[in-house]
């Protein structure tokens, strides 16, 4: 089975641009979860989908936003990017049955890169 | 709120020993979920090993188990007969609210090991 796919790789915006970031979880993965990973801050949960709902969101500003279709491929959008925004953003997938402690299984990452 | 703290953020290790990474916790949700992973270098975050509040028994995969006390809200990661690959970035995380929120991670842990 293929793994989680998260595209691009690496990206550099500058500030003020808006970015898209694209996620295709584990096939027959219903929920896809989203993390930015900083040195200061660590990895924090920005928000989950389930069956093309938001289950859960993190505390980030509305900046901060998501989809997921019908095929469960999910995608961020980071809208007015701030220098505090360059991170690694992770995506994860799981099984995520509504109430389950499936293990996550995570992706490559975007590096993005805000100057 | 849940909690996890790391309290070992570096850690070098002789290859072939036992290791121990420490993680304890803090929820006041009853029902949770206890993850490690490990995160190499390269930045992929790998799911090494799974806790339920409930089971009784301690979760073993492989080389890794987990050493789970819970009425010290302690659940900590044992890598037996390390290897120089095991060197990378370990995270305790856990997952409350009935497996509907998102992962809160720990600091982490730095493992070197060596020759």
């Known amino acids: 089975k293929a793994g989680v796919t998260q595209t691009p790789r690496y990206l550099i915006k500058t500030r003020g641009q808006q970015v898209t970031l694209s996620c295709s979880p584990i096939s027959g993965h219903r929920s896809v979860s989203w993390y930015q990973q900083t040195p200061g801050q660590g990895l924090q949960f920005l928000f989950e989908?389930?069956?093309?709902?938001?289950?859960n969101k993190g505390n980030f500003p509305g900046r901060f936003s998501g989809r997921q279709f019908s095929n469960s491929r999910s995608e961020m959008n980071v809208s007015t990017l701030e220098l505090g925004d360059s991170a690694l953003y992770l995506c994860?997938?799981?099984?995520?049955?509504?109430?389950?402690?499936?293990?996550?299984?995570f992706g490559p990452g975007t590096r993005l890169t805000v100057l | 709120a849940q909690k996890i703290t790391q309290t070992q953020p570096g850690m070098f290790v002789q290859e072939k020993e036992a290791v121990t990474l420490d993680c304890t916790y803090d929820?006041?949700?009853?029902?949770?979920?206890l993850f490690w992973y490990k995160q190499p270098s390269s930045g992929e975050m790998i799911f090494l090993i799974y806790?339920?509040?409930?089971?009784?028994q301690n979760a073993t995969e492989g080389r890794y188990s987990l050493n789970f006390q819970k009425a010290r809200k302690s659940a900590n990661l044992v890598i037996s007969a390390s290897q120089l690959g095991d060197s990378a970035m370990y995270f305790c995380?856990?997952?409350?609210?009935?497996?509907?929120?998102?992962?809160?991670f720990g600091k982490g842990t730095h493992l070197i090991i060596q020759p």
């Open positions: 806790q339920g509040s409930y089971d009784q």
């Open positions: 929820t006041s949700d009853p029902s949770y979920g």
């Open positions: 994860a997938s799981s099984q995520g049955t509504i109430s389950s402690y499936n293990e996550q299984f």
């Open positions: 989908y389930f069956s093309e709902t938001q289950r």
């Open positions: 995380a856990m997952r409350g609210g009935g497996g509907a929120d998102g992962l809160t």
